[in-house]
C-alpha cells in the first residue's frame, strides 16, 4: 500500500502582534503536512523558527524530498525506520522533520482508531495545566493581559522579559494576577551578574522558575547562575536535541522541549527520558504555531512536568481545532479521536 503527501503553507496572523526580548511575530508562517493512505488522513505542521535556521522557504524546500522518503515505505506503522531515513538525508530541519513525525503519529492513530496517548500508553488521568503567556509590551498594557487571562480563567501564566523595567513588569503582573502561577522567559536577555539579582526580585514576587535568562552560547555563565539564582532556571534555547540534555544537566533544574526543535514526538519522548535520567524536569513548550501541531504535544503531556502550549490561543483564527484546554487544563480523559485530535 502506497502512502500519498501533499504539503501547504498556511500564513496565521495573530490576535495581537507577539514581543520577545529579540523579535516580534504578526503573522507567523506554518507548513501543514498530509500523509494519506487512501482510507485515512493523517496531518501535521511545521512552525519553522529562524532562530533555529528555519523559514517557510527551507521547510518547503526539504519537504518533497523527505516526504519522498514517506511515500516509498511501506509500512507506515514502522515509523522508526522511516525516521531514521529522514534524519540520515538531510541534518538538522527538525520542523520539517516534526510536521511528517506528527503526520505519521497521526496516521498511524487514526488507522489504529486510538488517540496518540493511548497508542503510547500514557496517564490520560495526569493532567497538567499550560500556561497563557504575556508577551512584550507596555507595562500596563502587559497588567490588563494577565487580569484579562486570570478572568478567563487561566491559573498559569508566562511573562515574558528582557527589556530595562523587568522588574516593573513582574511587579505589575503580579499585582494583576495574585492568585496565578506566574513563571518568566527572559529570553537570553540578561548577564550572569544581572540574571543572579534579578532572580532574588522573581523570588519575592514568588515566581516559579526563570526561563533562559542567558545567551546559549554563554553555557559558564548559566552554570554560574544555576548555582546562584534564588529561584529554580529552565532553558529552552540552550536545549534543542537529545545531545543537549547531558550537556545541560548541570546548568539547569527544568529543560523545555519543543517538537518543532527535536523534530517530532518520537524524539521528545528520548528527551524526556534523557531528562529524567539526569534528574531533571521537563516543560514541553511551542513556537507560535496551528493546533494540527500543538495537538501533537498535547498528548505528551502525561510525561512533563510544566506545559506551555498555548501557541494556538495566540492566533486570531486557527483553520484547526486541537485538544481543548479551558484555562490551560490538557485532560486526556476526554479527549476520544483517534490521533493527534487535530481536525
Ligand atoms: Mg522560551
Not at 500519498?4 to 496572523?13: G, Q, W
Not at 529579540?22 to 501535521?44: L, P, S, W, Y
Not at 483553520?319 to 476520544?336: H, Q
Request: include cysteine.
Amino acid at each position: 500500500m502506497s502512502l500519498n503527501t501533499t504539503f501547504e503553507r498556511v500564513a496565521l496572523p495573530l490576535d495581537h502582534p507577539f514581543t520577545i526580548s529579540r523579535e516580534t511575530t504578526k503573522t507567523a508562517e506554518n507548513v501543514v503536512v498530509r500523509i494519506d493512505d487512501g482510507e485515512h488522513t493523517g496531518i501535521g505542521a511545521a512552525a519553522p523558527s529562524q532562530y533555529y535556521g528555519e523559514t517557510p522557504d527551507t521547510v518547503e524546500a526539504v519537504l518533497p524530498d523527505l516526504l519522498s522518503i514517506v511515500e516509498q515505505a511501506d509500512d507506515p506503522l514502522n515509523r522508526n525506520a522511516i525516521e531514521r531515513e529522514i534524519a540520515a538525508r538531510v541534518g538538522d530541519n527538525p520542523a520539517a522533520k516534526a510536521a511528517i513525525s506528527i503526520a505519521l503519529c497521526d496516521l498511524v492513530g487514526k488507522r489504529l482508531d486510538l488517540p496518540l496517548y493511548r497508542l503510547f500508553g500514557f496517564d490520560p488521568d495526569r493532567t497538567i495545566t499550560s500556561s497563557f503567556t504575556v508577551g512584550l509590551d507596555a507595562t500596563d498594557v502587559m497588567a490588563e493581559k494577565a487580569r484579562t487571562a486570570v478572568a478567563d480563567g487561566y491559573s498559569v501564566l508566562k511573562t515574558k522579559l528582557g527589556t530595562d523595567r523587568d522588574e516593573e513588569i513582574v511587579a505589575a503582573v503580579r499585582d494583576a494576577a495574585p492568585e496565578a502561577r506566574i513563571r518568566v522567559d527572559a529570553n537570553e536577555a540578561w548577564t550572569p551578574r544581572e540574571a543572579v539579582e534579578m532572580s532574588e526580585m522573581l523570588a519575592d514576587h514568588d515566581i516559579e522558575f526563570l526561563e533562559q535568562p542567558l545567551p546559549a552560547t554563554n553555557p559558564e555563565g548559566l552554570r554560574f547562575v544555576h548555582e546562584r539564582s534564588a529561584v529554580p532556571i529552565a532553558l529552552d534555547e540552550s536545549c534543542v536535541t537529545l545531545t543537549d540534555v547531558p550537556r545541560v544537566a548541570d546548568r539547569a533544574d527544568i529543560i523545555v522541549i519543543k517538537l518543532m526543535k527535536c523534530a517530532g514526538p518520537l524524539e521528545a519522548i528520548k528527551m524526556i527520558n534523557a531528562a529524567r535520567a539526569h534528574g531533571l524536569d521537563v516543560m514541553l513548550g511551542c513556537m507560535v504555531e496551528t493546533n494540527a501541531a500543538i495537538a501533537a504535544a498535547c498528548h505528551l503531556t502525561p510525561l512533563v512536568d510544566y506545559a506551555d502550549l498555548d501557541g494556538s490561543l495566540l492566533l486570531a483564527d486557527d483553520p484547526y481545532d486541537g485538544i481543548p484546554m479551558p484555562g490551560g487544563v490538557i485532560d486526556l480523559s476526554t479527549v476520544e479521536r483517534p490521533g493527534t485530535g487535530a481536525e
